[in-house]
């Protein structure tokens, strides 16, 4: 990139990441020691600006950068991204948003501690939303390096880990200063940029082919070097089996994961009653789905005007796709047109993964104090340190951990980083979410073993498969540990986790507490005795 898309790139983000700062100062002068305050805003969200931010907080660098370069590389087979993303958002609908918020306060655990011994369900809930929270955090840092490599010429790894490592310290700022209140904010401000970005360049790719959408996927087509194969199934999973295999995995990681994601479940505590939550999802998807439907658009445009070929050669991932796109419908790496308008879209970019690693540091950080801090300290004479304190101490320490895997994983696309953390929340999270709120005969041992008989094998499938080892790919491709040939757990962990439950609660001992599930069951439905 030339000296002036440096210079304008870096000067929108110093101007966002001022604005953010700005907001985050002013809402740490209000009340910020309260439990309710920090992790819930004090629950003073309207439907509409909830539902802004929980769009902002779904619609992620692996949307705008992984999903887009995918469609660029992959044709159809990227494409089915948008639509297991999207898609997922019926499952929340209908089956979590209300009952969540009738029934937690602050986290996952709080739902299923409803009705189980608290202390083995905090530990475990906790446990797997901070492994959630930290695969995902990974690919928004993996997200910040390839822009800002790009933006430097593509070649710089120092400026990758340094943008990593600012983008970090920014997170634990955000968190640790604002809580709830500046983050949602954050997500709002975020939100309307990325989906005004994402229109400017649908309607400019859709004008360079006269608003012939049809002629745009027969030119990406035959850019592409594959034909009309481009636009089937299969190119990336239809190889073999085992790449059938692993698009069915995937497939349902995508599904089922959103439901069990630490950081969308929060943002439901963040309105006043369940109506209202209820309402922020329906925002939600009128905005993810129309920036999902756009996706397919500039997908396909990179295909077309950048080619894959250029793609893969900024990215070996496709992570840059959208920026290469943008600066060619501006007009050229030499035009002050195609400067500006990759700088602006460079800066929104940047913007989606500081308004998404603010979320979920927070999320992370709330489940280490509201659940395994509570639960792990010992009595002692001494006053035990407050939750906020606690959850501030753990923002830093969460932002150390996703910086060190995020300079491991810089050279994987982010989509598919993200895919691995839907895989683990449907796994752990889902299948314990939905017993608790369904399941009348549930208990605290099954409630347990759905955790960690589905976090476990998730974890372990992902250790032994081709990302960590055994393909030039990998993150260690120079040796080659591989056991499991799926790249994504969720065909395997998910059904574990159910039946993990499933087996932990018909042979254990204890005897579900009828009350407490007719409460729990009354208090989901109605909302009477929600926080």
């Known amino acids: 990139m030339t000296d002036d898309h440096q210079t304008l790139a870096l000067a929108l983000f110093s101007v966002f990441i001022a604005v953010t700062l700005a907001i985050t100062t002013w809402v740490s002068r209000n009340r ?18 909830n539902g802004f931010a929980i769009a902002g907080d779904y619609m992620s660098a692996a949307s705008f950068l992984g999903i887009s370069g995918l469609i660029a590389l992959f044709g159809y087979d990227g494409l089915l991204y948008s639509v297991g993303f999207l898609v997922a958002w019926l499952v929340v609908l209908f089956l979590v948003a209300e009952l969540v918020r009738n029934c937690g306060r602050f986290t996952l655990a709080d739902v299923v501690a409803a009705r189980m011994r608290e202390r083995p369900v905090r530990i475990a809930a906790g446990t797997s939303s901070v492994v959630v929270s930290v695969l995902y955090l990974v690919a ?46 954050i997500q709002i401000v975020k939100a309307v940029l990325l989906m005004g970005g994402a229109i400017a ?57 959103t439901a069990g994601l630490p950081h969308i479940l929060s943002r439901f505590y963040t309105v006043p009653t369940a109506r209202a939550a209820r309402r922020s999802v329906v925002w939600s998807i009128g905005l993810i789905g129309g920036f999902y439907l756009m996706t397919i658009v500039l997908g396909f ?17 496709g992570n840059t796709a959208v920026p290469l796109l943008a600066l060619d419908l501006g007009g050229g790496a030499d035009s002050m047109g195609g400067t500006v308008l990759f700088a ?59 910086i060190g895997l995020g300079l491991l994983a810089r050279d994987l696309n982010v989509a598919f980083l993200v895919g691995l953390a839907f895989a683990v929340a449907a796994s752990a999270n889902l299948p314990v979410l939905l017993y608790s709120l369904f399941w009348r005969g549930f208990t605290t041992r099954g409630a347990v073993w759905s955790v960690y008989g589905g976090l476990i094998p998730a974890v372990v499938l992902v250790l032994l498969s081709p990302v960590v080892s055994g393909s030039p790919d990998a993150l ?24 993990a439950g499933w ?15 007719a409460e729990t069951e009354v208090r989901s439905l109605t909302g009477a005795g929600a926080v």
């Open 140 to 185: 928004q840092m993996v997200g910040a390096g390839s822009l800002v490599a790009l933006l430097l010429g593509g070649t710089s790894e120092a400026a990758q880990a340094w943008t990593v490592v600012v983008v970090g310290a920014l997170m634990v700022v955000y968190v640790s200063m604002g809580g709830m209140r500046a983050t949602t904010w």
């Open 301 to 317: 445009g990179a295909a077309a005007v950048v080619g894959p070929d250029a793609v893969r050669g900024s990215n070996a991932a």
């Open 476 to 499: 260690f491709p120079a040796v080659d540990f591989q056991l499991f040939p799926l790249q994504n757990p969720g065909l395997v962990s998910i059904p574990l986790g159910f039946l």
């Open 32 to 49: 910020q020691g309260s439990a309710e305050e920090f992790y819930a805003g004090g629950r003073l969200f309207s439907p509409m600006e």
């Open 344 to 402: 602006i879209v460079a800066a929104i970019a940047f913007a989606t993964i500081l308004a998404v690693v603010a979320g979920i540091t927070l999320a992370s950080s709330a489940s280490v104090a509201h659940d395994l801090y509570a639960s792990l300290r010992r009595r002692r004479t001494r006053p035990p340190r407050s939750e906020v304190a606690v959850a501030r101490v753990a923002a830093v320490g969460i932002g150390v951990i996703a």
């Open 503 to 517: 087996i932990g609660t018909v042979t254990s001992a204890e005897k579900a507490d009828e009350a407490k599930h």
């Open 201 to 257: 360049l649908t309607v400019l790719v859709l004008l360079r082919f006269h608003g012939d959408f049809d002629h745009l996927l027969r030119s990406a087509a035959e850019r592409s070097g594959h034909g009309a194969k481009f636009l089937a199934p299969g190119l990336k999973y239809g190889g073999d089996w085992t790449a059938r295999f692993d698009f069915i995995s995937l497939g349902l990681a995508l599904v089922l994961g």
